[in-house]
């Protein structure tokens, strides 16, 4: 069966640090991949999405960046946070037929 | 484009009462729509679907209706539990190829005892 795993799951970081959080899949092959932001009390914001290894597409402009260097691996990452970039933040994956498969979510608190 | 809209929250009901969240939606074509459960602290989870006109998706209890006449997906259940409480995410999916999956805002059920 298929599984998504993301961490960390909990992080707290400083303005102007770095940020890396990890999302893989096991048991598919060839998944459409998405990062997803859901700040507090609101809805889902669609960061990127990936229909292949390199193949990044940015739904909004903003400090973050997406890397997809393996076929189930897909990264979000920044080179300094701000303090906007706060919130839970969801992979997920999918194949045909458009039914979302999501990660555990990872709580970002930028102070 | 494609939207969702869903009903706003929070919606508080007591324990054995019927639940009903609205959701419409706009889009081109036939869309697959989904009903998604996010319980506190975790991912959101799939909690029914239906892909074409007239399916109803059913899970748990819970039960929503493709309606094409309406663009309507509402989602019911005749008694909800403490353990329904959770946000609910409304949304659609168009057909083929990539799916960018729209999503309504959520709404937090809150069950009371």
């Known amino acids: 069966s298929q599984t998504i795993h993301q961490w960390p799951a909990t992080l707290v970081q400083p303005v102007g640090s770095p940020l890396s959080l990890e999302c893989t899949v096991e048991g598919t092959s060839n998944p459409n991949l998405y990062w997803y932001r859901q700040a507090a009390g609101r809805g889902l914001q669609l960061l990127f999405y990936?229909?292949?290894?390199?193949?990044i597409s940015s739904e909004v402009p903003q400090n973050l960046s997406a890397s997809r260097p393996q076929d189930r691996q897909f990264i979000l990452s920044s080179k300094k946070l701000l303090l906007s970039d706060s919130g839970f933040y969801l992979c997920?994956?999918?194949?045909?037929?458009?039914?979302?498969?999501f990660g555990e979510g990872s709580r970002l608190t930028v102070l | 484009g494609d939207s969702v809209t869903q009903m706003e929250g929070p919606v508080t009901l007591s324990e054995e009462a019927f639940l009903t969240i609205n959701c419409t939606y706009t889009?081109?074509?036939?869309?697959?729509l989904f009903w998604y459960v996010q319980y506190p602290g975790e991912g959101l989870q799939l909690l029914l679907k239906?892909?074409?006109?007239?399916d109803k998706g059913s899970n748990k209890g819970f039960e929503a209706t493709y309606r094409k006449e309406t663009t309507s997906f509402h989602l019911e259940k005749g008694s909800v539990q403490v353990s329904d409480s959770a946000v609910y995410f409304c949304?659609?999916?168009?057909?083929?190829?990539?799916?960018?999956?729209?999503f309504g805002t959520g709404t937090k059920l809150q069950v009371i005892p």
């Open positions: 990936s229909v292949g290894i390199g193949q």
């Open positions: 239906a892909t074409k006109a007239d």
């Open positions: 949304a659609l999916s168009p057909r083929g190829g990539y799916q960018k999956v729209t």
């Open positions: 997920a994956w999918s194949l045909e037929g458009g039914e979302l498969f």
């Open positions: 889009a081109t074509g036939y869309p697959s």
